[in-house]
């Protein structure tokens, strides 16, 4: 007989809630969680196989220690006392000696990140980083800078839009499983889908209208539909006169930007760019101008991820039923907030700024509680601002994931300590100098999580079975470490009940609520800001503030002129990139079902331009770029992108023999890629490296 688990699948960040059903201490059946709206039962592929990784025998199995050179592959077996107590007899004199700024924290935000900052704080290291600025940090700046808020605390109700449109948000591959049901619902209500991409995405192939725009123009159509819905006065008048401010600069700003211009720069017909605009306006505000998932694309990043949200808030659909809606948490409901052990004491006081500028000199505006991790390899090697001896990357892969990877590795070779909490051999792992092996999702437990929204709901993952190999959950490691470090007191839990009593203490909610649904509803109905009078927004003016005081106060306009985009030289192409469906970043490549669908990455070209280059479908390419040559990649010739732009998918190219379904399978972007950042908003420019192709 089969017992049924309420947990929260984490083959991606998304992190859908899940239902596992268990039999003799093994999984025998996944599926999305049937109580909450959106998911009803649905899970992803790479959701499904979450089960090859729990069976994988290529994942690490036992804590590690390396006993050759970095990244020869040379390891001996550890018990977990020995493995921890190895860590913390090298980190405590570089502790001592360097300060606790001589580490560096690395991970992608989870549940359990309130723990990690907790133990970083104790340690007084304020060098905890997330992959939030490689990800989306300039949205996060652009958000701040209109409303206040940050990009986290903004949804979008997909269910009652009835026009979406996305740049590059290939919504049906890089997916969401409640977003992609909600948005599906509303297009079957009649909802328009617009899709603006250089590459013809499965998104594109969906969508209502679909243009192939210029690489790295996006700025310029919007701001011709800006000017287009000023001109002829297609905006929420009442929400805009009430609610945002600066109209008249705006107005001036564009008057330039006719659909005309805009043509020119992003190959859209400008009599299109109109038909948007009113189309647009006619169903406002349940509208959406999609702000970005991931925006990081080029160095303006910050004018187009504003750009967005001007149009938004023109269509007066920020807090609009089928637009955006402002994040409402435990608070809003009238309770307490959810327990976070970094927020629930007072730690030693830090002096040291952070390592990589974030917050101060070199991204004066970009939020600090994130970092900017693609300063790693510039901190470490020129010892600015100061000397970092160790790193920790706990589910976080700085030599995928960073731009010119090949710099983040001769970076880590200065460093005196490199560990890695994984549940993969990713990259990082096998280039550390122990590996501490991390149950995966389905082995463990961790806090519950706030879901904030117009509908505050509570989750919770449980354990569903037990560990099939010698691991522990990520919470359990960093206890047992500052147990040695000597700070075990800012991580004042055992097991995982006192973490989950500590966080509900609060909230009015005991653990047993979770046994039936898996899910905790915190509000029944809605909960919206009153658009006539009860809109807050968090700008000192309380408005949406078109010229921003953040920006100007830092010294950055907010309306600097349009720079147009040159085609690139002959014989070169802008690289983009993106991911699939059935991977998830660098994570699951090797895992056993997903690599069967999608065993490696191909190399887009535009067929004119393969012709000319004696590229052939299906045949090894080499792609070079400033940096350097990049192994070697199958051509994918293909009429469905941009002449201007070749792509690749994320996170192959890997380089660990006992991975050894994906070994040096397809190519790694992230060796190619340029680092070059957007320094107002934060983000890298992940798309914005010239590259070269030749055949093989
Ligand atoms: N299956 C799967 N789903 C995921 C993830 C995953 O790893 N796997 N990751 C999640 C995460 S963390 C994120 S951030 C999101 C990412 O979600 P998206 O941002 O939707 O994802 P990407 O796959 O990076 O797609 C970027 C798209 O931008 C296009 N593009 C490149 N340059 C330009 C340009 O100049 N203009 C326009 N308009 N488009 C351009 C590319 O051709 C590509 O199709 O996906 C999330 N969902
Ligand atoms: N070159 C390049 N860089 C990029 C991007 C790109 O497209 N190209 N995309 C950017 C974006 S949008 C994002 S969101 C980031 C994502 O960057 P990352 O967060 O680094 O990537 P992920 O693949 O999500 O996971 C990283 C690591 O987590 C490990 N892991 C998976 N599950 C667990 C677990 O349960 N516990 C532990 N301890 N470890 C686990 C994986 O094995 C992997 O080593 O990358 C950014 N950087
Ligand atoms: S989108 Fe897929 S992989 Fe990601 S959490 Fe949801 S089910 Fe899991
Ligand atoms: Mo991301």
Redesign the pocket.
């Known amino acids: 007989m089969s017992t049924a688990v309420w947990s929260i699948c984490f083959m991606?960040?998304?992190r859908c809630p899940i239902r596992v059903e268990v039999e003799n201490d093994d999984v025998v059946w996944i599926e999305g969680n049937p109580h909450v709206t959106g998911i009803e039962g649905a899970l992803?592929?790479?959701g499904s196989a979450g089960v090859a990784l729990l069976h994988d025998t290529e994942r690490p199995q036992y804590p590690m220690l390396r006993t050759g050179a970095r990244g020869e592959g040379k390891w001996r077996k550890a018990g977990w006392e020995e493995a921890l107590d190895y860590v913390a007899d090298k980190l405590k004199p570089i502790l001592q000696e360097h300060g606790g700024h001589s580490l560096v924290f690395g991970e992608r935000t989870n549940l359990n990140t309130h723990i990690s900052k907790a133990f970083l704080k104790a340690l007084s290291c304020p060098n905890h980083f997330t992959?939030d600025a490689l990800?989306?940090g300039s949205v996060n700046t652009a958000f701040r800078s209109l409303t206040g808020y940050t990009d986290g605390q903004m949804a979008i109700d997909y269910a009652n839009t009835k026009h979406i449109v996305?740049?590059?948000?290939?919504?049906f591959?890089?997916?969401?499983i409640a977003p992609i049901n909600n948005l599906l619902k509303a297009m079957s209500k009649g909802a328009k889908l617009t899709y603006?991409?250089?590459?013809v995405?499965i998104?594109a192939t969906k969508a209502h209208r679909y243009w192939m725009?210029?690489?790295?123009?996006?700025l310029a159509l919007n701001y011709a539909l800006i000017h287009t819905i000023l001109k002829e006065k297609l905006y929420d008048k009442d929400y805009v006169r009430r609610w945002v401010s600066d109209l008249n600069e705006l107005t001036a700003f564009v008057e330039p930007y006719t659909p005309a211009w805009a043509e020119k720069e992003t190959g859209i017909p400008a009599a299109e760019i109109v038909t948007l605009a009113k189309e647009a306006a006619e169903v406002k505000p349940a509208v959406i101008f999609h702000y970005?998932?991931?925006?990081?694309?080029?160095p303006n990043e910050i004018y187009l991820r504003r750009s967005l949200i001007i149009l938004n808030a023109l269509m007066g659909s920020i807090e609009a039923q089928g637009g955006l809606v402002i994040r409402k948490g435990p608070k809003a409901t009238g309770r307490g907030d959810i327990g976070r052990y970094v927020a629930a004491q007072e730690f030693p006081k830090i002096t040291a700024p952070r390592f990589d500028g974030s917050g101060h000199e070199a991204f004066p505006l970009t939020d600090a509680s994130h970092g900017n991790p693609q300063m790693l390899a510039h901190a470490i090697l020129n010892e600015a601002p100061y000397p970092i001896k160790a790193l920790i990357a706990n589910r976080f892969e700085p030599l995928q994931s960073i731009p010119d990877a090949a710099a983040v590795r001769r970076a880590l070779d200065k460093l005196d300590l490199i560990v890695a909490i994984d549940v993969n051999f990713s990259e990082i792992a096998w280039y550390a100098d122990v590996i501490l092996p991390e149950s995966m999702y389905l082995e463990r437990a961790d806090s519950i999580q706030v879901v904030s929204g117009a509908r505050p709901q509570l989750r919770i993952r449980r354990q569903a079975v037990s560990p099939r190999y010698d691991t522990r959950p990520a919470w359990e490691i960093l206890k047992e470490l500052a147990q040695r470090l000597d700070v075990a007191q800012y991580l004042p839990y055992e097991t995982i009940e006192d973490i989950w009593n500590f966080q509900l203490k609060d909230l009015g909610v005991k653990l047993e609520d979770f046994d039936a649904k898996g899910v905790v509803a915190l509000s029944d109905k809605a909960i919206m800001m009153d658009r006539q009078d009860g809109l807050k927004f968090l700008t000192p003016s309380g408005k949406i503030e078109l010229v921003s005081s953040l920006l100007e106060k830092a010294g950055f306009s907010s309306f600097p002129p349009y720079e147009p985009v040159a085609p690139p030289p002959e014989g070169q192409f802008?690289l983009?990139?993106?991911?699939?469906?059935?991977?998830?970043?660098v994570?699951?490549q090797n895992n056993v079902l997903l690599n069967e669908l999608v065993p490696e990455n191909e190399l887009w070209i535009h067929t004119k331009s393969a012709t000319r280059l004696n590229v052939k479908d299906g045949a090894y390419v080499q792609v070079g770029s400033p940096l350097g040559t990049n192994g070697k990649i199958r051509a994918k010739v293909t009429d469905f992108?941009h002449p201007e732009?070749v792509?690749m998918?994320?996170?192959f190219g890997k380089t660990v023999p006992v991975q050894t379904r994906c070994y040096q399978k397809g190519a790694s972007d992230a060796l190619l890629q340029e680092n070059i950042s957007d320094k107002i908003g934060g983000s890298p420019a992940?798309?914005d490296t010239l590259v070269q192709v030749r055949p093989m």
Request: aromatic content about 6%; some cysteine; glycine content about 10%.
């Open positions: 991606c960040t998304v992803c592929a790479k992959h990800c989306k996305l740049y590059g948000r290939n919504i591959e890089s997916l969401e603006i991409d250089p590459r995405s998104t725009i210029r690489p790295g123009t996006d970005g998932y991931r925006g990081a694309h080029h802008r983009m990139v993106g991911r699939c469906a059935a991977h998830t970043h994570s699951t992108i732009a792509f998918l994320h996170g992940l798309d």
